[in-house]
């Protein structure tokens, strides 16, 4: 049977692997020069740099998928510490228990606060410690609904739990506790993503410190690995293949368009950005209902960031003396600017920073003498189309 894979990230690239092993004819079309999506990083003169994700969490259910494609071992995975700074405080805590203490160190007048909020999160934090193991769906058969009636019942004592916060944003979740205008509340609501759901507070204080996870040899490096895995094995990868349309005849799915040329498939895949698979490449909409639509149209598929990449003349040891560990959060001075308001040319002026150096994570991906440094800062996505003046593109200038 043939199956088009639509992107090559960790997800198209995975699911090819399995797919190839199990006898599937197998084509992946990615619109880029190279795999990875968000895995994905790049060299320039020597110099190694992420221009994706950074970290990922949930290493038992990748280990496990690594293992079922055949390649267990092949890529070294190592722990990703975080520095975090501020105004109260510059630490690098290695625990829930350590992070907890350095906020009630840098704030002793919020102790009650404090530790009210820390009772909520640490439910959050357990709760979200019994994901810790491979998913369900990452097994067939009888193991798969055996797992996933396990996985359903030990979590039914703590759904009131969760239903009580799901519906909760950060901030919403955090003034129950602080004042709106304190530092505590702005620096506890800029720990992780514009409005994000409070549950993801257990993401923050657990699984950050417990199962945050990079690779050795730089994220790219794995996409290539399971790329060449997955050729290796039979598996058709097109780069610079741009796909501009799914076909459906009867409502059914039956392959893709690209260059104007049709490639029949009895399954397609779409492992890319689910918003344009949905609003712009699915050329028949009819199961989706139009609140639905609306819906996607207003969503977002991920948060920007505004990133400078650097190589520096600076030895890694160097570097390793200032910076202390590869990833630093440099939280931001007034984070109660408003996110979205793309017009805010102020903005980035108070935003938090986070600086990142993969030649700390492995010397071999930065020329000898000499070290990499990357500056990120989450930015409203619109930023670009309000800030560029009249004359066009002369902010480049």
Same mark, same amino acid.
């Given at each position: 049977?043939?199956?088009?894979i639509i992107g090559s990230g960790l997800s198209g690239l995975i699911a090819g692997n399995l797919l190839v092993r199990k006898g599937y004819d197998v084509t992946i079309f990615e619109s880029h020069s190279a795999p990875?999506?968000?895995?994905?990083?790049?060299?320039?003169?020597?110099?190694?740099?992420?221009?994706?994700?950074?970290?990922?969490?949930?290493?038992?259910?990748?280990?496990?998928?690594?293992?079922?494609?055949?390649?267990?071992?092949?890529?070294e995975f190592i722990k990703q510490r975080t520095r975090f700074i501020s105004d109260y405080f510059d630490a690098v805590p290695e625990s829930n228990t350590e992070l907890k203490e350095m906020f009630l160190s840098a *704030?002793?007048?919020?102790?009650?606060? @404090? =530790?009210?909020?820390?009772? $909520?999160?640490?439910?959050?934090? !357990? +709760?979200?410690?019994?994901?810790?193991?491979?998913?369900?769906?990452?097994?067939?058969?009888?193991?798969?609904?055996?797992?996933?009636?396990?996985?359903?019942?030990?979590?039914?004592?703590?759904?009131?739990?969760?239903?009580?916060?799901?519906s909760l944003t950060v901030k919403e979740f955090t003034a129950q506790y602080f004042d709106k205008e304190s530092d505590i509340f702005n620096i506890l609501t800029g720990l992780g993503y514009p409005d994000m759901c409070?549950?993801?507070?257990?993401?923050?204080?657990?699984?950050?410190?417990?199962?945050?996870?990079?690779?050795?040899?730089?994220?790219?490096?794995?996409?290539?690995?399971?790329?060449?895995? *997955?050729?290796?094995?039979?598996?058709? @990868? =097109?780069?610079?293949?741009? $796909?501009?349309?799914?076909?459906? !005849? +009867?409502?059914?799915?039956?392959?893709?368009?690209?260059?104007?040329?049709?490639?029949?498939?009895?399954?397609?895949?779409?492992?890319?950005?689910?918003?344009?698979?949905?609003?712009?490449?699915?050329?028949?909409?009819?199961?989706?209902?139009?609140?639905?639509?609306?819906?996607?149209?207003?969503?977002?598929?991920?948060?920007?960031?505004?990133?400078?990449?650097?190589?520096?003349?600076?030895?890694?040891?160097?570097?390793?003396?200032?910076?202390?560990?590869?990833?630093?959060?440099?939280?931001?001075?007034?984070?109660?600017?408003?996110?979205?308001?793309?017009?805010?040319?102020?903005?980035?002026?108070?935003?938090?920073?986070?600086?990142?150096?993969?030649? @700390?994570?492995?010397?071999?991906?930065?020329?000898?003498?000499?070290?990499?440094?990357?500056?990120?800062?989450?930015?409203?996505?619109?930023?670009?189309?309000?800030?560029?003046?009249?004359?066009?593109?002369?902010?480049?200038?």
């Amino acid at each position: 049977m043939r199956v088009i894979i639509i992107g090559s990230g960790l997800s198209g690239l995975i699911a090819g692997n399995l797919l190839v092993r199990k006898g599937y004819d197998v084509t992946i079309f990615e619109s880029h020069s190279a795999p990875g999506g968000y895995t994905a990083g790049f060299w320039r003169k020597g110099f190694y740099f992420e221009s994706g994700t950074l970290s990922f969490e949930d290493s038992a259910s990748i280990n496990k998928m690594m293992s079922d494609i055949g390649l267990d071992g092949k890529v070294e995975f190592i722990k990703q510490r975080t520095r975090f700074i501020s105004d109260y405080f510059d630490a690098v805590p290695e625990s829930n228990t350590e992070l907890k203490e350095m906020f009630l160190s840098a *704030f002793p007048l919020e102790k009650k606060g @404090l =530790n009210s909020f820390f009772r $909520v999160t640490d439910r959050m934090v !357990r +709760f979200l410690d019994t994901f810790n193991k491979p998913m369900p769906a990452l097994y067939s058969g009888g193991e798969e609904k055996l797992r996933k009636l396990k996985f359903i019942l030990s979590r039914l004592p703590s759904l009131f739990f969760f239903k009580k916060y799901q519906s909760l944003t950060v901030k919403e979740f955090t003034a129950q506790y602080f004042d709106k205008e304190s530092d505590i509340f702005n620096i506890l609501t800029g720990l992780g993503y514009p409005d994000m759901c409070s549950f993801l507070y257990g993401g923050v204080f657990g699984t950050i410190l417990s199962d945050y996870q990079t690779v050795k040899t730089g994220m790219q490096s794995w996409a290539d690995i399971l790329a060449e895995n *997955f050729t290796k094995n039979g598996g058709r @990868l =097109n780069l610079n293949s741009y $796909v501009e349309r799914i076909d459906t !005849r +009867f409502g059914i799915v039956n392959g893709v368009t690209r260059n104007g040329k049709s490639f029949i498939a009895d399954f397609v895949l779409s492992c890319s950005d689910y918003k344009k698979t949905i609003l712009k490449l699915l050329d028949d909409k009819i199961p989706f209902r139009p609140h639905e639509i609306k819906a996607l149209e207003r969503a977002n598929v991920s948060e920007s960031f505004f990133t400078v990449y650097l190589g520096l003349d600076l030895n890694v040891e160097e570097l390793q003396k200032i910076m202390k560990v590869p990833h630093v959060l440099l939280l931001g001075k007034n984070l109660s600017r408003n996110f979205f308001d793309a017009s805010d040319r102020d903005f980035f002026r108070d935003s938090t920073v986070t600086l990142y150096s993969p030649s @700390l994570i492995n010397p071999k991906l930065s020329p000898e003498g000499r070290s990499s440094l990357m500056l990120q800062a989450m930015s409203p996505h619109k930023w670009m189309d309000n800030w560029v003046p009249a004359t066009g593109r002369d902010i480049l200038n």
